[in-house]
């Protein structure tokens, strides 16, 4: 004898009842569990999570710009002169330890000749693992200074920015002059490399969009 009657039997029963206690409606479970979804809350705990690294998030982005400015308005560090005892003849020698002016500076003096151009920056830097030489196109030695002459140094395309110019750059909000004294392979066109002083501060500029204007 099978002992699986009374369990079939008792299956059955119980869909029975099931559709007589909805009405006869079949698909009752699956518009029940359809019907009306749950909404998923998260853990309290889950919450805060995500808001810390929302948090963190937005504090990264804003050092980055932060180091984004300070990239472009980078000054000249100079050494401190040393203080030398000297014999006054008639005046010689009183303006030897005068200070060189830096260049870099913006002047409201308005250049009308000035041709300005839309250029996409990059930025680069004298000492890498590869490929690196350490001197501009012009054979000026960059590795111990971002300036030549009191200006940024820039790679240009000649045909665009011919080098030995002097230009005023405007970018990210930022305005300086700069001279362009070195090339790239891959400065092709309306491009320009910005000499900066290590790979992180050419990580942190990436590429950006501004002016620059021909001086001379």
Same mark, same amino acid.
């Given at each position: 004898?099978?002992?699986?009657?009374?369990?079939?039997?008792?299956?059955?029963?119980? &869909?029975?009842?099931?559709?007589?206690?909805?009405?006869?409606?079949? *698909?009752?479970?699956?518009?029940?569990?359809?019907?009306?979804?749950?909404?998923?809350?998260? %853990?309290?705990?889950? *919450?805060? !999570?995500? *808001?810390?690294? &929302?948090?963190?998030?937005?504090?990264?982005?804003?050092?980055?710009?932060?180091?984004?400015?300070?990239?472009?308005?980078?000054?000249?560090?100079?050494?401190?002169?040393?203080?030398?005892?000297?014999?006054?003849?008639?005046?010689?020698?009183?303006?030897?330890?005068?200070?060189?002016?830096?260049?870099?500076?913006?002047?409201?003096?308005?250049?009308?000749? &000035?041709?300005?151009?839309?250029?996409?920056?990059? &930025?680069?830097?004298?000492?890498?693992?590869?490929?690196?030489?350490?001197?501009?196109?012009?054979?000026?030695?960059?590795?111990?200074?971002?300036?030549?002459?009191?200006?940024?140094?820039?790679?240009?395309? %000649?045909?665009?920015?011919?080098?030995?110019?002097?230009?005023?750059?405007? !970018?990210?909000?930022?305005?300086?002059?700069?001279?362009?004294?070195?090339?790239?392979?891959?400065?092709?066109?309306?491009?320009?490399?910005?000499?900066?002083?290590?790979?992180?501060?050419?990580?942190?500029?990436?590429?950006?969009?501004?002016?620059?204007?021909?001086?001379?």
């Amino acid at each position: 004898m099978m002992i699986l009657i009374p369990l079939v039997t008792f299956s059955y029963i119980s &869909a029975e009842q099931h559709y007589l206690d909805t009405g006869n409606n079949k *698909n009752s479970i699956k518009e029940s569990f359809y019907g009306k979804p749950k909404q998923i809350n998260l %853990p309290q705990h889950k *919450n805060q !999570v995500l *808001n810390k690294f &929302a948090e963190v998030a937005k504090k990264q982005k804003a050092k980055q710009e932060k180091r984004r400015d300070d990239i472009l308005n980078a000054t000249i560090i100079k050494p401190k002169p040393v203080k030398k005892k000297s014999i006054k003849k008639g005046g010689e020698g009183k303006n030897k330890n005068k200070q060189i002016k830096n260049k870099n500076k913006i002047t409201n003096e308005k250049n009308d000749d &000035a041709r300005t151009l839309d250029i996409e920056f990059s &930025a680069y830097v004298a000492n890498c693992t590869e490929g690196c030489t350490g001197r501009t196109k012009t054979g000026v030695d960059v590795t111990q200074s971002i300036f030549y002459k009191g200006y940024r140094v820039i790679a240009t395309d %000649p045909s665009i920015i011919p080098l030995n110019s002097v230009v005023l750059i405007k !970018v990210g909000g930022s305005s300086f002059k700069a001279i362009a004294i070195d090339t790239g392979g891959a400065i092709v066109g309306n491009k320009v490399d910005l000499l900066v002083s290590n790979e992180q501060d050419a990580i942190n500029f990436g590429r950006q969009h501004g002016t620059v204007s021909i001086i001379n």
